[in-house]
C-alpha cells in the first residue's frame, strides 16, 4: 500500500474554485509545489492554466531589477566590507571576480576572507557577477550591469549603458574610418539620431569616413573628434565636412604685444620719426598673384594703418615666393624700431612624407621662433611677433588642403604660448576655398586643374587683413596711440576756452571741433577746429557764426602757450603819459595777420612829444622783425610825424610829433 502511495500519478486537476477540498487538487498541487521550488524554468503553469515565476524565475526578476540600476562595486574580501544594497558587488582580489550577496542583508565581511568563508559560493549565499557577466553582451545590456557614480557631493549613480548613451559614434553606426568604404548612411543615421535638436555632437572616430555626397544635417548636429568626414574631389583629395573652424577663436594671444603698443606710446619714433613692421612668409604673404598693387599684402597693410590712425608704421615686405618656415631670414631688419613682425608660413610646410611633415613644420617653427626670441631686438619687451596661420588653399596633389590645415592650429597655438606671440588662424576664419578659384583667389592651372586655389586676392585679402587689424588694431584699441582721428564735441558736452593748452585732452585728436562763445572769452562766438599734425604742430580755426570772419593760431603740440590768434587785436603798452584818443577813435593795438605782417591801429594822445620818446611798447609775439620808421598824420590839421619801430617792441618818436592826436592806424611791418 505505502508503495502504491508513493507512486500516485500526478491527476487531471479539476476546476473547483479556490481553495478547493479535492483530493485530486491537493495532489496537483504538491506537485507543482515541487516544480516552482526546483525547476531551473522561469515559469509554471497552476491548474487553471495561469503562468506564475519559480524561485529560479523570481531571482532572474530580481537580476533583471538590479542590472536595470546597475552594479555598485566595493573593495573587497581581503579589506573587509559591509554590504547592505542588492546590488552591491564585492571584489575577490585573489582573482578579480566580483560577488553579490544572495542572502539576508546587511552582510558583513571581515578583512582577509573570500567567499568561501564567508557563506560560500550558490543560491543565498554568494553568486558571482564577475568579468563574464559584466562583459556580457547579450541584448546589449552588458554595460547595463555596472553602475558609475561621480565622486562629488549629491551625485547619484547610474549605468555604464546610459553613461555611454551621452556619446553617439560614427562607429555606433557601423562606419569603419577605412578612408574608403561610404559611409554616408552611417554618418546621416548619427546626425538623425538627434531628431529635431541641433544641439547634438556626433564624435567622428579615428581615421577618414568617406562619404559619397553631403550629409543630411539640416540642423545643424555638429562633430566632435580626430577623425574626418570627407567628400572625395577631383585631385585626389577630401572635402572636409567636420572643420575646427566654427568652435575655436580665431585670434589668441592679445595679451602679447606689448612691445608695439609701448612703442607707440613712447619711443621717440612717435610722432617724430617712423616705426617697423616686418612681414616674412611665402608667396601667399609676398603678393604679386594677380590681386591689383593696392590689394597687396604690404601696400595693404600700410593703408590699413594709415586709415587706423598710425601713418608712422613702416612696413618691410621680406616673404620670399616657394618658402616655408624653415627658410625665414630676417634677423638682419631687427632694431630698436622694428616692433612689430608678421609671419605668415604654411601652405608648402605640408609638402612631404606623412609620417614626418608635422614634426617637421613643428622643429622648424620652434627653430625660427627661438632665434628671434633670442636676437638683441627680439625679446619679448622689443619685438611683437604675429603668427599668422596659412590661408585656405584648394589644391591636395601638393598637400595644400583642408586635411594639413586642419591638423596644426595645435602647432601655432603651442608655439605662440611658448614664445609670446599672437596667433591669427587665416583658415580658421575661412576655411572653404572651393568656390574661389579664379574669383577671390588665383587659379593657377585654369586648364589643366580647374579649381585649384592657392593664393588670396583682393577680396580675400581685403578680409583677411582686415580681419587682422580688427583683432589686434582696433579704432579702441589703438585710441589712445592714434595720429590721425577726430571729434566733435557739443558744447553742452565739452566747452574750451582761449586759455586751453596745446597739450590739453579736449584736443586728443588728430581733428577736434568745439563749439566757442564769447562767454568762454573768445573773441566771436562759432566753431573751432583744432588740428594736431603728425610731425608736432597743432593749429586752430575759429569760424565766426556772425559773420565770414576766421581767426587762426598755431603752436608745438608739447607748448604751454598758443601763438597769437590771427585777427584779433591786442593791446599795445602806452608809456610817457600817452593815453588812448578817446570812444570816438580805435583802441591802440596791434592785429597779426595770416600772412604773417602786423599792423597797428588807433590812436593816442597827451604824452611827451619830443624826438627819442618811447610812447609804447608792443607786446611779444608782434614785434617787428627788423626796425623799421613809419609816417602818421598828427595833431588836428595835416601835419605828419615819424616813429620808429624796433624788434624789442619799442615805438619811438623821431620828430614831428604832436601830443593833441597821434594816429597809428594803417602801420603795417612783417613779424
Known amino acids: 500500500m505505502a508503495d502504491k502511495y508513493l507512486n500516485i500519478p500526478v491527476p487531471t486537476p479539476t476546476q473547483k ?117 559584466l562583459s556580457s553582451s547579450q541584448d546589449g545590456a552588458g554595460d547595463e550591469l555596472v553602475a558609475v557614480k561621480q565622486p562629488f557631493p549629491g551625485s547619484v549613480p547610474g549605468t555604464v549603458h546610459n553613461k555611454m548613451k551621452q556619446i553617439v559614434s560614427l562607429r555606433d553606426f557601423g562606419s569603419t574610418g577605412d578612408g574608403v568604404t561610404d559611409s554616408l548612411a552611417s554618418v546621416n543615421a548619427a546626425i538623425a539620431s538627434f531628431g529635431y535638436s541641433g544641439n547634438g555632437q556626433v564624435y567622428v572616430d579615428e581615421g577618414l569616413h568617406v562619404v559619397s555626397a553631403e550629409p543630411t544635417n539640416p540642423y545643424g548636429v555638429e562633430f566632435t573628434g580626430p577623425g574626418m568626414i570627407g567628400i572625395p574631389d577631383n585631385f585626389g583629395g577630401h572635402h572636409r565636412i567636420n572643420s575646427y573652424a566654427d568652435k575655436h577663436k580665431i585670434c589668441i594671444g592679445k595679451e602679447y604685444p606689448f612691445s608695439f603698443y609701448n612703442a607707440m606710446r613712447t619711443d621717440p619714433a612717435t610722432p617724430g620719426g617712423q616705426l617697423n613692421c616686418i612681414l ?29 590712425g598710425l601713418p608712422n608704421m613702416g612696413i618691410i615686405n621680406r616673404a620670399v615666393p616657394s618658402t616655408s618656415w624653415k627658410d625665414m631670414d630676417i634677423l638682419s631688419d631687427l632694431g630698436a624700431k622694428t616692433r612689430l613682425l608678421i609671419i605668415k608660413y ?38 611683437s ?37 599672437i596667433y591669427f588662424d587665416s583658415y580658421g576664419m575661412m576655411p572653404d576655398s572651393r568656390r574661389a578659384a579664379g574669383n577671390d583667389m588665383d587659379q593657377p592651372w585654369p586648364s589643366t586643374k580647374p579649381g585649384v586655389a592657392v593664393h588670396p586676392l583682393a577680396e580675400r585679402n581685403a578680409w583677411m587683413y582686415g580681419q587682422l587689424f580688427n583683432e589686434i588694431f582696433s579704432a579702441p584699441m589703438l585710441m589712445n596711440f592714434c595720429l590721425n582721428t577726430w571729434q566733435i564735441i557739443p558744447l553742452h558736452v565739452e566747452s574750451i576756452t582761449p586759455t586751453t593748452l596745446p597739450t590739453a585732452n579736449e584736443f586728443s585728436c588728430s581733428e577736434n571741433w568745439h563749439q566757442v562763445n564769447v562767454a568762454n572769452g573768445w573773441p566771436v562766438s562759432g566753431l573751432c577746429n583744432t588740428q594736431r599734425h603728425a610731425d608736432g604742430l597743432i593749429a586752430q580755426t575759429v569760424f565766426d557764426q556772425a559773420s565770414s570772419r576766421v ?43 595770416m600772412d604773417g605782417t602786423a599792423t597797428l591801429r588807433g590812436a593816442i594822445r597827451s604824452g611827451v612829444a619830443s624826438p627819442g620818446t618811447a610812447m609804447f611798447t608792443i607786446p611779444a609775439g608782434f614785434r617787428p622783425l627788423r626796425t623799421s620808421r613809419h609816417v602818421v598824420p598828427t595833431g588836428v590839421g595835416v601835419a605828419t610825424a615819424i616813429i620808429e619801430l624796433t624788434p624789442n617792441g619799442q615805438a619811438t618818436i623821431v620828430g614831428g610829433a604832436d601830443n593833441a592826436l597821434l594816429f597809428l592806424e594803417g602801420i603795417t611791418y612783417s613779424v
Open 17 to 133: 474554485p479556490v481553495p478547493s477540498s479535492d483530493i485530486r487538487d491537493h495532489v496537483f498541487g504538491g506537485a507543482k509545489i515541487d516544480e516552482f521550488v526546483t525547476s531551473l524554468q522561469k515559469t509554471y503553469t497552476d491548474r487553471f492554466g495561469q503562468p506564475h515565476f519559480t524561485i529560479e524565475g523570481l531571482r532572474w526578476v530580481a537580476q533583471q531589477a538590479i542590472a536595470s540600476f546597475g552594479y555598485i562595486l566595493v573593495d573587497s574580501f581581503q579589506a573587509g566590507a559591509t554590504l547592505s544594497l542588492p546590488n552591491q558587488a564585492l571584489r575577490n582580489t585573489a582573482n578579480g571576480e566580483y560577488y553579490r550577496w544572495d542572502g539576508p542583508l546587511p552582510k558583513t565581511v571581515p578583512a582577509g576572507s573570500t567567499p568561501q568563508t564567508t557563506g560560500g559560493i550558490g543560491a543565498g549565499a554568494w553568486l558571482g557577477v564577475g568579468s563574464a557577466v
Open 280 to 308: 616674412a612668409g611665402d608667396s601667399t604673404m609676398h603678393g604679386g598673384n594677380g590681386e591689383p598693387i593696392e590689394y597687396q599684402p604690404d601696400v595693404l597693410m600700410t593703408r590699413l594703418f594709415r586709415r587706423s
Open 346 to 383: 604654411g601652405v608648402n610646410d605640408g609638402y612631404g612624407p606623412k609620417e614626418t611633415r608635422h614634426q617637421a613644420f613643428q622643429a622648424a617653427m620652434d627653430a625660427k621662433l627661438a632665434e628671434v626670441r633670442a636676437h638683441q631686438w627680439g625679446g619679448f619687451k622689443s619685438l
Open 385 to 421: 611677433i604675429v603668427i599668422m596661420g596659412p590661408n585656405a588653399t584648394n589644391d591636395p596633389e601638393y598637400y595644400r588642403d583642408e586635411e594639413w590645415y586642419e591638423s596644426i592650429r595645435g602647432i601655432h597655438v603651442a608655439a605662440a604660448r611658448k614664445y609670446g606671440c
Open 551 to 593: 581767426i587762426h593760431r598755431s603752436s608745438p603740440i608739447g607748448a604751454t602757450t598758443w601763438n597769437a590768434m590771427t585777427g584779433v587785436p591786442v593791446a599795445v603798452v602806452l608809456g610817457n603819459s600817452w593815453v588812448a584818443a578817446g570812444a570816438n577813435y580805435n583802441a591802440p593795438a596791434v592785429i597779426i595777420t
